[in-house]
């Protein structure tokens, strides 16, 4: 069988599959309009709390079969950016973007999960507020912000639309940011629960088949490992020891994951969320194994092609007609139900954490906020030129290093930590950061990773804050 290093999709993809793509397409929209129709007549969005609440957490009725299609189909928008690596560095993609995962999902679940059920918050900046007074929620509100910018899964929908339809990259993120807006802003956050619903089913299956398919042309581990670098087996992929672990600590970032908080609000109870996160992890490392995989095929059957689309390309010249077109919907499925999720959170931050109490709550500020951060995440998706492991990196970066600490040792220490304290430690971690990665290096200094700078920068705030706080305490009551 010759492969291409490149596939004209025109001809490769037949009439069954633009049937069973743009049947896939219906089914979700179907999905979303049947979430609304069964939403109750005193829920429906208005401009009041009760209208607001069922607009951000349904009304926090979220059940465990929702849970888990929702938070599963949450996690994998990047499909272009795991595949990319898997493709370059083999299980260095398992580790670094699922293994170092899965023990934060776990945390999560025994250790998160409980303590923050008490504080009835309806955003992670909200329970910031909560925990640690006004000002640490407002800076938490703009960490936040930023760290949801859909870049990544607006560059991945990019990238997709750009190959299947043959126009520019910018003109395929456009289209595509402004048809998830378009749902997005209809259903709030029940139409993303309804068409994750779907779309979960949908990008399991897509790859899945992927693999399968892979192993019946090619067979298993003996014939990757005759075809593939020695490196692409190893856990570092030719990366060091710090390198590959400050993905560790990037994964980390989940226990102040906005999308996995949102869903546990959501949730109708604490049994609910605890479960749904382990059984999620259990679907991730499946899911996992097989992108992984399949990104490792493409690279031993065509080393040669473009990284970014290998997976991609490889695919549709091993799969028969109409499961290329479930397969791409199954693609398409795993970047919309990231990027809806992301749009909504950010438009969340904008209309609800970002604005005075006054403001809070109303319904086209959030909507608003929704579109501001679609052309936001367009106009970024530029400035990275589509490199979709420098945004995870740069944005994982600030958020790991100047957020997560200071919320851990709040959950560690409750009541410890006081506002003007959180506050003085991020902005601390945050210069530290940003300084880091525009000096000039040498020696020892160059291997060492921004991300580690800022967690030591925020550590050393918080701790000298309390010192000298508990000093001048002690000076004043003399």
């Known amino acids: 069988m010759e492969f291409e290093l490149t596939v004209d999709y025109k001809t490769i993809l037949s009439k069954l599959d633009w049937i069973v793509f743009f049947g896939v397409l219906l089914i979700t929209l179907f999905s979303v309009l049947y979430g609304q129709h069964m939403k109750k007549t005193k829920d429906r969005s208005t401009e009041d709390k009760l209208g607001f609440l069922e607009l951000l957490l349904m009304g926090r009725q979220l059940t465990l079969p929702l849970f888990v299609a929702t938070l599963v189909a949450t996690w994998y928008g990047g499909i272009f950016g795991v595949t990319k690596i898997a493709f370059e560095q083999g299980i260095f993609n398992f580790v670094t973007q699922g293994f170092f995962w899965y023990i934060s999902y776990i945390l999560f679940a025994f250790f998160i999960v409980q303590r923050v059920a008490k504080y009835k918050a309806i955003t992670l900046p909200d329970l910031i507020e909560k925990m640690f007074g006004p000002k640490s929620g407002k800076l938490s509100a703009v960490f936040n912000f930023f760290n949801v910018l859909p870049i990544a899964y607006v560059i991945s929908l990019g990238l997709l639309i750009q190959a299947l339809f043959g126009i520019s990259f910018l003109q395929g993120m456009i289209i595509g940011v402004t048809i ?10 029940r139409a993303i629960v309804f068409s994750d619903l779907i779309q979960f089913f949908v990008m399991c299956l897509g790859v899945f088949l992927v693999l399968l398919f892979s ?7 003996s014939f990757l490992k005759a075809n593939l670098p020695a490196s692409h087996f190893t856990l570092t992929g030719g990366e060091g020891i710090a390198t590959t672990l400050v993905w560790g600590f990037i994964a980390l970032s989940t226990l102040v994951d906005p999308n996995f908080y949102q869903r546990v609000f959501a949730a109708k109870s604490t049994k609910v969320a605890k479960r749904g996160i382990l059984i999620s992890t259990i679907i991730w490392v499946l899911f996992d194994i097989c992108t992984t995989s399949g990104a490792m095929y493409a690279r031993a059957v065509i080393p040669e092609a473009a990284s970014d689309k290998a997976y991609l390309i490889y695919a549709l010249q091993i799969l028969p007609s109409g499961i290329r077109g479930l397969v791409l919907a199954g693609i398409l499925a795993t970047i919309l139900s990231t990027l809806d999720s992301y749009l909504f959170i950010a438009g969340n931050t904008v209309s609800f954490d970002m604005m005075p109490k006054k403001y809070r709550g109303k319904i086209y500020l959030h909507k608003l906020g929704i579109v501001a951060v679609g052309i936001i995440a367009v106009i970024m998706g530029v400035m990275f030129e589509g490199n979709i492991k420098d945004v995870w990196k740069t944005l994982g970066s600030y958020f790991a290093s100047c957020l997560l600490l200071p919320v851990l040792y709040g959950y560690i220490f409750p009541g410890k ?10 902005i601390l971690g945050v210069i530290t950061v940003s300084v880091w990665r525009n000096i000039n290096l040498s020696g020892f200094w160059q291997n060492v990773d921004e991300l580690y700078m800022g967690i030591v920068a925020t550590s050393i705030g918080l701790l000298s804050y309390g010192i000298i706080n508990k000093s001048f305490r002690k000076k004043g009551s003399r």
């Open 215 to 221: 192993y019946k042309l090619f067979g298993g581990i």
């Open 180 to 189: 998830v807006i378009l749902y997005t802003l209809y259903g709030g956050f």
């Open 417 to 426: 930590i006081r506002d003007s304290q959180f506050v003085f430690a991020s």
